[in-house]
Structures are given as structure tokens and as C-alpha cells.
């Protein structure tokens, strides 16, 4: 008995004693209230500033090597990948391996083939710069993509299971300054291989829309930095750009372009597919939970990679377009003698329509052709205004 009471004298003893260290920093319990609150804060505003950093550099929670995917509660089946010792080697380079992809599409796409003989190929050609061929005119917009995508030949790649195809998004560089956010990021798909391209988001800004460039000629990063989007950046843009592989303007491309109309197909073809990747993944960015990401994305292409945007303008749905070129998708080289990208005999009948800006739901911008020069309110004045009024007015 005499124990026990020992055993609780102590207890109380050491309960005082709590008690009074608990006082001497507490006080009266204000004190410890006014502490469990402010820690409550802190960690609030600290779990803010940890989220905010993940949606703000593209919703990219992920830890080196891994992946993850929130298919199909989202309904675009996009896969990110973190992979940062990954050494991208194919800016912008001719044949060899980074052509590999290229080739691999022909031959595991044989069965949509619609071969012909170089001969017919120049043939095809000179009929039309003979004046023999009829341009086709007065289509709706519905008529025009159905042509296109059938003379184009990639009506199979934006099958109703576009949106359902994984698409892998691998980032394999990150960087920042004081106001952006840039990653480079591989795109992966079943039909095209892999492609690169670069990101950069604006920090402290909310519901930002996109704008996915395609750059020209024998131009890739150098481009991208030339024309300086990080001005449209500072802005309140996301700008996105697709960097083009065997897209060098020599022999390379002609080689390759000459093996895709053999084959009937075309490698412009395959580089708006590239563009509608690039959509689906900006879209599904901008769907997920927390995202500062706009759901607005416009097309933006200058030169070669104008030739391509307005394709892409008549075959997806971006909320508006700018472009600094036209063509006939009849282009020849300098020399007249090589092939460019944008060779393609079919979609010629079609070029009127292509380039007839104001019949496309899309709204669409033409400004003068001119080499990069810095992005500001002071040399593209149209521009700024454009896209100002079409995605962050909206």
C-alpha cells in the first residue's frame, strides 16, 4: 500500500512538473493555442507552395525513373516519365538513326500503302505545273479535313481511338530563372517513334494558355531562343515547340520525302500528327486537378513549319493560328531539283482552299514572312493582339 502511494506521489510529481515546463513557454494555454495555430498555418502554406510548384512545371510530381498515368479517369491515355539521364540525340539531324522512326512507320504501316514508281511520282508532278490538274474549291470545312486526311493518307492515325492511344511524355531536362519554368520533353508514340520538345511555363500566373510552335528549316533550339518566346512567356503564355527530325532542307529530306510519296504517304503528313500529340497532351495537362494551365492552345508556325501548321489548322481543333507562310505543296528545293518536306502531289488540287484563311473556324492570323526576330509589343504588334483576344481574353 505504502508502494503505491509512493508510485502516484511520483507520477503526480512528474505530471507537475510537465505541467509547469508547459507553462513556462505557454503561459496561461493562449500561448500554446496561438503556437498550434500559427504550425497549422505554416504547414498549409507550405503543402500551398509544394503543390504549387508541381502544377505550375507541368503537373510534374514525378521522382527520376519513374512514371505514372491517369488513364483512363482521364481521358487522354498521356503516360509521364521523369528520366533525366536520358541524351537525346536528333535536333533537327539528317538520316542515320534519328531517320529510323521514319522508316519504321513505312514498314509497319504497309497495309495502308498505295505504292507507285518514281516515274508516276514525277509524272504526278509535271502534270501539275503544266496547268493540267483542277483545283478543288467551295468545300466546308468538313469536306476539307476529309480530303485531307485521305490524300495525306494518315486518316487511320486520328481513328476514333486517337485520344484513347498511349502517348508517353518523358521529361529529360529541367531548368529555371527568375520568371519560367523550361523542360525538354520526349513524346513517344506507336506510329511516329519519338520526338523532341521544348516547354517553358511562366511562374506566379494562373489560367495560362498555350502556344505550340513549329519552328522552320534546319532550325531547332537556336530558333526557339531567337525568337525569343520568352517574352510571349513573360506574357502569360505557356509555349510549347516541336522539334523537327530530318528537317534540314538538303538531301537528306529529299531522300525521305521522295521514299513517303513512293509509298503514298508524306512526310508533312506525319509531322501534323506530330502537332495533334502535342494538342492531346496540352489538353490533357491543362484537365488535370490543380492545373494553372488554360484550356486554350493555339498553332503558331513561321516558315517550313508554317506549311505544316496550316494543315494542322484544317485538321484539329486549336483554339486560333498564326502563320507567316503559304504554299502549294508543290516545293522544291533552291535548286528546283530536291525535294522539301512539303512536297505533296495530292493536297496540291486543295491548296486554295488550305490557304484561304477566312473560311476556317479557326480563327486564324497571316502575317508578313520575315526571318525570327524577338517577340515584343513593338515588332508584332498583330500578333500580341491576336492571341491576346483568342486565349487569354476567353
Known amino acids: 500500500m505504502k508502494s503505491n502511494n509512493r508510485q502516484s506521489r511520483k507520477k503526480n510529481g512528474r505530471d507537475r512538473q510537465i505541467l509547469q515546463y508547459f507553462t513556462q513557454i505557454f503561459g496561461d494555454g493562449r500561448e500554446f493555442i496561438k503556437f498550434m495555430v500559427i504550425a497549422g498555418l505554416a504547414l498549409l502554406l507550405g503543402s500551398y507552395f509544394i503543390v504549387n510548384h508541381i502544377c505550375r512545371t507541368g503537373g510534374d510530381d514525378l521522382t527520376d525513373g519513374k512514371c505514372k498515368s491517369d488513364y483512363p479517369r482521364n481521358p487522354y491515355n498521356v503516360i509521364e516519365c521523369k528520366d533525366l539521364e536520358n541524351k537525346w540525340s536528333c535536333d533537327n539531324q539528317g538520316l542515320g538513326e534519328c531517320a529510323k522512326d521514319f522508316y519504321n512507320f513505312l514498314d509497319a504501316n504497309s497495309a495502308f500503302s498505295e505504292k507507285i514508281r518514281e516515274q508516276q511520282l514525277s509524272e504526278q508532278i509535271r502534270e501539275i505545273e503544266e496547268g493540267n490538274v483542277t483545283l478543288e474549291g467551295n468545300l466546308s470545312s468538313e469536306e476539307l479535313k476529309r480530303k485531307l486526311l485521305e490524300n495525306l493518307n494518315i486518316a487511320f492515325l486520328k481513328g476514333p481511338d486517337f485520344h484513347r492511344r498511349e502517348l508517353i511524355v518523358t521529361t529529360i531536362k529541367e531548368s529555371e530563372d527568375d ?164 512536297m505533296a502531289p495530292k493536297v496540291w488540287k486543295l491548296h486554295d482552299a488550305i490557304n484561304d484563311f477566312a473560311s476556317s473556324k479557326t480563327p486564324l492570323l497571316e502575317i508578313p514572312y520575315k526571318d525570327p526576330t524577338p517577340m515584343t509589343w513593338k515588332t508584332h504588334p498583330e500578333t500580341y493582339d491576336f492571341l491576346k483576344s483568342n486565349l487569354l481574353d476567353k
Open 179 to 342: 520568371t519560367s519554368y523550361t523542360k525538354e520533353l520526349l513524346f513517344e508514340d506507336p506510329y511516329v517513334g519519338t520526338f523532341k520538345a521544348i516547354w517553358m511555363l511562366p511562374k506566379n500566373s494562373e489560367s495560362v494558355p498555350t502556344i505550340v510552335y513549329r519552328h522552320g528549316h534546319g532550325r531547332g533550339r537556336d530558333f526557339y531562343e531567337g525568337f525569343n518566346c520568352a517574352n510571349l512567356v513573360r506574357e502569360g503564355y505557356s509555349v510549347i515547340m516541336p522539334v523537327s527530325r530530318c528537317f534540314t532542307g538538303g538531301d537528306s529530306e529529299h531522300a525521305l520525302a521522295k521514299e513517303f510519296l513512293k509509298k503514298g504517304f508524306t512526310t508533312i503528313g506525319l509531322r501534323t500528327y506530330e502537332n495533334a500529340l502535342v494538342l492531346k497532351a496540352m489538353r490533357y495537362y491543362a484537365s488535370k486537378q490543380n492545373s494553372f494551365l488554360k484550356d486554350k492552345v493555339a498553332l503558331f508556325g513561321h516558315s517550313g513549319g508554317s506549311a505544316i501548321s496550316n494543315l494542322s489548322f484544317r485538321l484539329d481543333d486549336f483554339d486560333a493560328g498564326v502563320s507567316d507562310f503559304k504554299t502549294n505543296y508543290i516545293c522544291w528545293n533552291e535548286d528546283g531539283k530536291r525535294f522539301m518536306d512539303c
